[in-house]
């Protein structure tokens, strides 16, 4: 399944040892464990947190050396993310990644990120479907709909990004607190770009391959999706 | 008539109940006594509503009082949004603190200490 090649860059033991990937998965028994074990590859922690799935999908991660959380009750992608951060910052991470549980994003990416952060020297590191690699498999209604969200990202943020929604990011632990995520459900990908902004952050971003499969388009977000997240962000901000 | 006596009726008891059986600010019980009370003088006098309607450009009093209807109703639908996104976030982190204290698995499976 990796695509790992000669020119992967590695993490020292040092930054691995700061790493925590926190991995949010709904309903994901059937790829969860192979994406866990990906990750542990790179020797890195790893923190799961189960948003209350109805398949089993925490009993699917028994053996692995792994912190694994659970919900209650599903929250949504946005509160199960800030729950793993919390937990991973107790624990002492020093570099924190978000890295979605179904499976889309390419572990290989996770040094890259964490380079960013301790080689360039930024608070945070982006990763974009839109720099360069392509993205594997991705219709043409999906560029679309991210390309346009991109831009309205750009115009509320002033931010010059070049992907808004990607759930793969790496961000220090000391800006933690500042990139807080309240809302939660799928806003708070944008909800992160306005912190960065407020904040006054340095990010850089970086190349990131999605794999889009049957499994995570049946899986992920609607194209209409797009409104529900716009309707978030406007009520986050009448209500601020 | 019949309608009159009705209605004066159960807005006095409903505004007595807010008044008396339910213990909110001062403020909230002036604002509770004023509608209420406005509710009654309407009820018992209904050309009064169109009065105060002439008065700010609205031709009839049962106009007036649907918009006012319509105002109330969007400012209650607020009230309760915003209640339910604080009790959302309440939810929130209970759900987060009882996943941090009680981990399905541990990352080293040797007990610490």
Avoid at chain 1, 159 to 185: C, K, M, W, Y
């Amino acid at each position: 399944m990796s695509r790992a090649d000669a020119d992967t860059p590695r993490l020292s033991a040092e930054e691995a040892n700061g790493t925590y990937v926190v991995i949010t998965a709904f309903n994901e028994a059937k790829v969860i464990r192979d994406v866990v074990q990906r990750v542990l590859a790179l020797d890195v922690h790893v923190v799961v947190v189960d948003d209350a799935s109805t398949d089993g999908t925490a009993a699917q991660l028994r053996g692995l050396p792994s912190t694994v959380l659970r919900h209650a009750v599903n929250l949504g992608q946005g509160a199960a993310t800030q729950t793993g951060v919390e937990l991973a910052l107790a624990r002492g991470a020093r570099y924190l990644i978000t890295f979605d549980g179904d499976g889309q994003h390419d572990e290989n990416d996770i040094p890259r990120l964490v380079h960013v952060l301790t080689r360039e020297h930024r608070d945070v590191a982006l990763a974009s479907r839109f720099l360069g690699r392509e993205a594997l498999d991705m219709t043409r209604a999906r560029r679309l709909l991210l390309k346009a969200a991109v831009r309205y990202m750009r115009l509320t943020t002033g931010l010059r990004v070049s992907d808004a929604h990607n759930g793969l990011r790496a961000f220090r632990a000391e800006v933690a607190p500042a990139l807080r995520i309240t809302q939660n459900r799928m806003a708070h990908a944008s909800e992160l770009l306005h912190r960065i902004k407020a904040a006054g952050l340095s990010y850089a971003e970086i190349p990131a391959v999605i794999r889009y499969t049957e499994y995570s388009r049946a899986k992920g977000q609607k194209g209409l999706g797009a409104i529900d997240i716009i309707y978030e962000l406007l009520m986050a901000r009448l209500l601020r | 008539m019949i309608f009159q006596v009705l209605f004066t009726a159960l807005t006095a008891a409903a505004m007595f109940y807010f008044l008396i059986v339910t213990r909110t600010s001062a403020l909230r019980r002036l604002f509770v006594l004023f509608f209420f009370g406005a509710g009654i003088g309407f009820i018992l006098d209904p050309d009064l509503t169109t009065t105060i309607a002439n008065l700010v450009g609205i031709g009839r009093g049962a106009d007036l009082i649907f918009y006012l209807s319509t105002l109330f109703l969007f400012f209650l639908c607020f009230n309760y949004h915003v209640r339910f996104m604080a009790l959302q976030e309440q939810l929130t982190r209970i759900v987060r603190e009882l996943a941090v204290r009680n981990p399905v698995q541990e990352e080293d499976p040797s007990p610490r200490r």
